[in-house]
């Protein structure tokens, strides 16, 4: 038999984005979730000169769509 206890556990909860770009706040729909964006992370490797770096940041729909037309080669 088994008996159980309830436990409560402490967690990060993402309260907040804000676009690395422009600035400004990623807003919430009516489901309290946020509206698309995009996240990059990246942790750099050997071959590079930021060795074990983590670099990550997050750009609203607005930003991403100016920033792709901006590549060389087009997405």
């Known amino acids: ?3 159980y ?3 409560s ?3 990060e909860i993402v309260e907040e984005v804000y ?3 422009c600035g400004e706040k990623i807003a919430k729909n009516s ?3 946020f509206e698309d964006f995009l996240h990059v ?3 750099w490797g050997y071959d590079s000169k930021k060795d074990g770096k983590k670099d990550d940041f997050d750009v609203c729909q607005r930003c991403y769509e100016e920033w792709i037309k901006t590549f060389k080669i087009s997405i």
Request: charged share 45%; aromatic share 0%; net charge positive.
């Open 31 to 33: 489901h309290n979730h």
């Open 41 to 43: 992370e990246k942790v």
């Open 5 to 7: 206890k309830k436990v």
């Open 19 to 21: 676009c690395n770009i």
């Open 1 to 3: 038999m088994k008996k």
């Open 9 to 11: 556990i402490e967690k």
